[in-house]
């Protein structure tokens, strides 16, 4: 059984994380086939926005705790290769990928899961949906890019009660505090991301891309390297037909349409 399935339908790439007996949990296969396809879609033209799911009843349970025991076990002089390997990795294909990436989050989203969903673009939740981040209970610190992610969405006090006390927060909770975009009844988590992906596939894929990349620089950046990044979006996007066409049709009172370059 595959470890991630990968669905393409009108420019919308949807990879699921599928070990649903699993609740999803992590492992080399599913870490390496998730960059994969991240990789990929980040190079199809034919791609334009990418939907990250779960199969079954959790999005994502985080590390497959049974691997991580065996690496310990085995005293694997370096147990937390994966961080370097994968999960930092895998975060900078979802933030750096140059084409929307909406996480459709389903059930249980803990740990490097509930990370991966703060990485991407927009987050739709169903009402039973729980973000949780425990990593202090069993003696760890964040990763997979949660200390920079997380507070950016929800802000420094809220995401350090997040880390330190470990507690879940629940869908509506969530939506209160700005970590997830919208919440739908759970039976609607996928086909309401597919729907608004498929709305932005249909936009202009280059200026979202110069979007993202304007705004991770800047979380990061002095005014000047981010006016400086951009001037630099608008010089590019400003020579795109996309531009031209959603001027002509501003000009003709009608719907433009968008080819994504």
Known sequence: MAALLVDDRDGVRTLTLHRPEAFNSLTVEL???????LTDAAAAPDVRAVVLTGAGKAFCAGQDL????????????????????HYNPIVRALTGM???VIAAVNGMAA????????????????ESTK????????????DSGAS???PRLIGYGRAMEMMLLAKPVTAERALELGMVTQVVP???????????ATRMAAGPTTGYGKIKEALLT?????????????????????ATADHREAVDAFVEKRTPSFLGH
């Open 31 to 37: 870490k390496e086939s998730l960059l994969a396809a």
């Open 66 to 85: 049974k691997e991580h025991v065996a690496a310990l076990r085995s005293n694997d002089p370096a147990p937390f290769r994966t961080v370097a390997e």
């Open 98 to 100: 140059p084409k929307p």
């Open 111 to 126: 740990g490097a899961g509930a990370s991966f969903a703060y990485a991407c673009d927009l987050r739709v939740a169903g």
């Open 131 to 142: 973000f949780l981040m425990a990593f202090a209970t069993i003696g760890l610190t964040a």
């Open 148 to 150: 920079w992610t997380l």
């Open 186 to 196: 759970d039976a609607d988590v996928l086909p309401t991301a597919v729907d608004l």
């Open 218 to 238: 800047g979380a990061g950046a002095d005014l000047e390297a981010a006016l400086a990044c951009e001037g630099a979006g608008q010089t590019v996007l400003g």
